[in-house]
Nanobody
Framework: QMQLVESGGGLVQAGGSLRLSCAASGRTFSSSSVGWFRQAPGKEREFVVTDHRSGTHTLYTDSVKGRFTISRDNAKNTVYLQMNSLRPEDTAVYYC????????????????WGRGTQVTVSS
């Protein structure tokens, strides 16, 4: 089993930035693919970005390209999501996910999840 804990969410004005962190434990983090998903009220959880366990393939959803950046520090078992130029439509609970292989952009296929951190962007 792997445990994931997100942090770094909060309230920010449109155009601002936040950096989310996800601390992992319970298994070798470097061998896992990681990703970020988000869920707005009344909406299904949606793909934001995934990073293959090899570290050579990263895929962002179109709406965040050029604004969000995923990174990971395997020594610290931590993955980050740097979010710039935030928009009100980015408001959601953001979840960190991990998988021993790679489960693509379908959140239902990912094995491990954090409990989420709220990001609220005001207009």
């Amino acid at each position: 089993q792997m445990q994931l804990v997100e942090s770094g969410g909060g309230l920010v004005q449109a155009g601002g930035s936040l950096r989310l962190s996800c601390a992992a434990s319970g298994r070798t983090f470097s061998s896992s693919s990681v990703g970020w998903f988000r869920q707005a009220p009344g909406k299904e959880r949606e793909f934001v970005v995934t990073d293959h366990r090899s570290g050579t393939h990263t895929l962002y959803t179109d709406s965040v390209k050029g604004r969000f950046t995923i990174s990971r520090d395997n020594a610290k078992n931590t993955v980050y999501l740097q979010m710039n130029s935030l928009r009100p439509e980015d408001t959601a609970v953001y979840y960190c996910a991990a998988d021993p292989y790679y489960s693509g952009d379908n959140y239902r296929s990912w094995d491990y999840w954090g409990r989420g951190t709220q990001v609220t962007v005001s207009s």
